[in-house]
């Protein structure tokens, strides 16, 4: 069973609207959460990482959350783009990484 | 600056031929990481390089192995192809080797076995 679960696996909005990505995990303890953007084709690129004392992290339009106590993440997208569309991963490092199944955002105009 | 690069960007091979996949990390950078990225599937560990050293590897067969050069680029191999084989495989590096690091990726490598 996958340790780090994404929901949902896809979303579909449009353009200008606000989103949320969920991420649950049962990696324990661990030392950070990471999510990353991974466009069609390409590798991922870092969005934000957390500590497990941290609650929030935000870069631009990306806002992550996390609840250590109850092992929840989110990323929040805010007045999102066409170019939003992309996997989005979750990922839970303890001494190794483990990496969510991504949700599928399709931002549409 | 460059980023981390990958080599070949494609590779066609047939089932039990053996794949070289090759990574050079961002200048400076000491650790390599091997990601293999199945169709709809999340992105699975292979194996860590720092320092010229495997650190750790995933649940994956010892067909699948690597090295990692004094220049820190990387190799990966894979022995008796099989048809699941085929996949994204990405390279990730680090500055360092602290798990906080963060990994910067490659493009990828898409490998097809027929």
């Known amino acids: 069973k996958n340790q780090v679960e994404q929901s949902p696996q896809s979303l579909i909005i449009l353009e200008g609207k606000n989103c949320t990505l969920q991420?649950?995990?049962?990696?324990?303890?661990?030392?950070?959460l990471r999510w990353y953007k991974q466009d069609t084709g390409r590798g991922p690129v870092s969005l934000t990482i957390?500590?497990?004392?941290?609650n929030t992290k935000s870069n631009g339009r990306y806002t992550a959350t996390l609840d250590a106590d109850t092992k929840q993440s989110s990323l929040h997208i805010t007045a999102s783009q066409l170019s939003d569309s992309a996997s989005y991963i979750c990922v839970v490092s303890e001494d190794d990484m483990r990496f969510g199944a991504g949700t599928r955002l399709t931002v549409k105009p | 600056e460059a980023g981390v690069t990958q080599s070949p960007t494609h590779l066609i091979k047939t089932r039990g031929q053996q794949a070289t996949l090759r990574c050079s990390p961002i200048s400076g950078h000491t650790s390599v990481y091997w990601y293999q990225q199945a169709l709809g599937l999340g992105l699975q560990f292979l194996l860590w390089?720092?320092?010229?050293?495997?650190?750790n590897r995933g649940n994956f067969p010892p067909r699948f192995s690597g090295r990692q050069f004094p220049n820190y680029s990387s190799e990966l191999n894979v022995n008796a192809l099989e048809l699941e084989d085929s996949a994204l495989y990405l390279c990730a590096s680090t500055l360092g080797g602290l798990s906080t690091d963060t990994q910067y990726f490659g493009p990828g490598t898409r490998l097809t076995v027929l």
């Open positions: 390089y720092d320092e010229g050293e495997e650190r």
């Open positions: 991420c649950n995990y049962t990696v324990s303890p661990f030392s950070n």
């Open positions: 957390m500590t497990f004392s941290e």
